[in-house]
């Protein structure tokens, strides 16, 4: 239902609407679906469905025809030139930190931190290590 209001949604506007991904739910419905909507500023006009919709509605498979709620996650990604570009970073130009390898043991989670040095840009996240794991 959500999908078919923006689907329906972008249609309106004139907009190219593409069903890319979609799985169907255990019982009905969709329970996962991906849509890429093309055209002028549609990044703009999308950017701020981002986040958790709440769904209230009478169920078709209710015989008590009693309202039921359902949530719906919602994520605008915009797609940046038509994929052709291929980024290249020398080796040499990399920056990596991570924890000595005596304390890798120990903790549950280390944090890994990647720079690129000629741009300066920085990306960290945490690398989750299991212990029975460590000790392969």
């Known amino acids: 239902m959500v999908m ?25 419905g969709i ?3 991906t849509i890429k909507v093309v055209g002028e500023y549609t990044f703009g ?11 209230v509605r009478i169920s078709p498979f209710d015989s008590g ?27 040499s130009d990399l920056l990596s930190v991570a924890a000595p ?11 890994v931190s990647m720079a690129t040095l000629p741009q300066n840009i920085e990306e960290e996240m945490a690398v989750n290590l299991r212990k029975s794991n460590s000790f392969d």
């Open 4 to 28: 078919e209001m923006y689907k329906s949604w972008a249609q309106r506007r004139g907009y190219g609407v593409t069903v890319v991904d979609e799985m169907p739910g255990e019982m009905a």
């Open 101 to 111: 390898p005596q304390n890798m043991a120990q903790a549950m989670s280390q944090p």
């Open 45 to 55: 006009y999308a950017k701020s469905e981002v986040g958790v919709h709440r769904l």
């Open 65 to 91: 025809k009693r309202w039921h709620t359902s949530f719906a996650a919602v994520a605008v990604i915009p797609i940046i030139g038509d994929g052709s570009t291929c980024v290249q970073i020398n080796e």
């Open 31 to 33: 329970k996962l679906a």
